[in-house]
């Protein structure tokens, strides 16, 4: 059921009454566990400083054994090898003295047969710590990363159509609920590959929730407030989460307890499914006129204001929900305007997102305290989403987009030009670049909604959702070859942040249109057809 003036006939609801802003903050801190959920890995599987293992049983004097790590040419213990026992065992026998009567590093080398010893200075245990992710092991701790962005693929996929055919509500607490109680299981795992399962499960959940939410408050609230909530709301509930995992894991240092206490709070938002409605514009867009007149009458109620005796016509006949044509994902490439809209946004969203999760997986690795480094690029957010909401209420999106793209990417171009004895100022512009990328996320995440009609709506914000996870499961990768060349992982991600921009310039606008519901309502783009 088609009804273009929806926004006008529900004006009489008022923007900002008693059920505006209850849906707006319920629906919000649905996303904070979002925010340490999916970032959890940053603590959970960080590698701390380790060297090979001397069991205690070897009998060697206290000062071979305090030799027994080589040196590597940077002025570091080595983390993946160690002199010869039986060589040292020799020499102590005998009572020579390191560097006096043996030169010790021409002493021949050996693997950590005995396991590693790790610094337990920051963390208790790792994953990292209790499965040996290091040396030849040490794609792993990667792959775990990416394992989860591959359940965030896969979940952006199926949420988006399934949202789109069964509701949004129904979606938004189904998943929810799997990434409370796998995240739960989680925190039992015997084993990383039974680790890697269920963080698999858990990203599935993560995305689908966030996108849900996401899309379900863009149709239920009015213009004013839904620009107000899709590039602030979500972001800051979302940073919100996210500024808390440090704290959280600051005062935890097991990674088991961690998980668990990140996990427990997903409980508390079961009575929300009596609280939040259904989307309204899905409803008639399935054609149910009936419930969703209920849902706005009983808003209105809740609003102290009298609704109209009629709020659509009955032109049409009503609680048929097969009186619509049922939409896929096929859709978003039927037409050229649309194919074309979706994959620029599908190549924008994909830069974005390996610049914000390598930006945000990093933080362990840079100079000075995890904790703060992590808090700081989760502090940084929020500045951005306010900035965003500015820039998205006042000017151009496809300005707003490709301004912050371009200042993002450039900053990140920067780093590499630096000296290594300048980390302070590495950081600051890694935080600067960190500001630019989250600012242009917020701007595409209500960018791509008010793009997109109603009809595909949930299932466009989940194929570029599904296409930005591409980027998300590359990005723990950007980061480990970044210890091999330390420049290539932000000359990589300024490149293409930069280039995205350009692209982004093509795009249609939407500055002050109202939200289409069906394909031929959608912007169109220069030399393309519906």
């Known amino acids: 059921m088609r009804y273009p003036d929806y926004d006008h006939r529900t004006a009489f609801l008022g923007d900002w009454g008693t059920f505006q802003k209850t849906v707006f903050f319920l629906l919000c801190s649905s996303i904070i566990p979002n925010g340490f959920t999916g970032l959890s890995i940053v603590f959970i599987g960080d590698t701390p400083p380790h060297h090979c293992h001397i069991p205690v049983g070897v009998n060697i004097s206290a000062e071979w054994k305090n030799v027994s790590i080589p040196i590597e040419a940077n002025g570091r213990a080595s983390e993946c090898s160690r002199y010869k026992l039986e060589v040292l065992k020799s020499y102590s026998d005998r009572g020579l003295v390191p560097w006096v009567d043996v030169n010790v590093s021409a002493i021949e080398q050996e693997r950590c047969e005995d396991g590693w010893e790790y610094d337990r200075e920051t963390y208790v245990s790792t994953i990292v710590t209790e499965w040996d992710l290091v040396c030849s092991d040490d794609w792993k701790a990667p792959l775990t990363s990416s394992i989860f962005f591959c359940g965030v693929l896969i979940g952006s996929f199926i949420s988006g159509q399934l949202s789109d055919r069964y509701g949004r509500k129904i979606v938004l607490f189904l998943t929810m609920g799997v990434q409370t109680v796998f995240t739960l299981i989680q925190v039992f795992s015997p084993s990383w590959i039974v680790f890697c399962s269920l963080f698999f499960v858990v990203g599935m959940g993560q995305i689908s929730n966030y996108v849900a939410a996401f899309v379900l408050g863009t149709e239920i609230l009015s213009l004013p407030v839904r620009i107000i909530y899709s590039t602030v709301g979500v972001c800051i509930f979302f940073s919100i989460g996210y500024m808390v995992l440090p704290l959280v894991a600051y005062f935890i240092r097991g990674w088991r307890m961690l998980l668990l206490a990140l996990t427990l709070p997903g409980f508390l938002y079961i009575p929300l499914w009596w609280i939040v409605p259904e989307s309204p514009r899905w409803l008639l867009s399935q054609g149910r006129v009936d419930e969703a007149e209920a849902i706005l009458r009983d808003a209105a109620k809740r609003n102290g204001i009298k609704a109209p005796e009629e709020i659509f016509p009955p032109s049409q006949p009503r609680d048929k929900a097969g009186t619509m044509q049922p939409h896929n994902l096929c859709d978003l490439v039927r037409s050229s305007n649309i194919r074309t809209i979706t994959i620029l946004l599908c190549l924008v969203w994909m830069t974005l997102s390996i610049g914000y999760f390598a930006l945000s997986l990093n933080t362990s690795n840079l100079y000075g305290n995890p904790y703060l480094n992590c808090f700081f690029s989760a502090a940084v957010e929020v500045p951005a989403y306010i900035i965003s909401w500015l ?39 890694e935080m600067l670049g960190k500001f630019g990328v989250t600012t242009a996320f917020a701007i595409v995440y209500a960018f791509t909604a008010e793009l997109y009609p109603t009809v595909l709506r949930n299932t466009a914000m989940g194929a570029c959702s599904m296409a930005s996870r591409i980027g998300s499961i590359s990005a723990p990768y950007f980061i480990y070859f970044g210890g091999y060349y330390r420049a290539l992982p932000y000359i990589l991600m300024g490149t293409l942040s930069v280039l995205s921009g350009l692209l982004s310039l093509l795009l249609p606008e939407s500055l002050d249109m109202p939200l289409p519901d069906t394909i031929s309502h959608m912007q169109k783009i220069t030399g393309t057809s519906l």
């Open 391 to 429: 820039m998205f209420r006042y000017l151009p999106r496809r300005l707003c987009l490709f301004f912050t793209l371009f200042l993002g990417g450039l900053v990140l171009l920067f780093i590499h030009l630096l000296p290594q004895h300048m980390s302070y100022v590495a950081i600051s512009l």
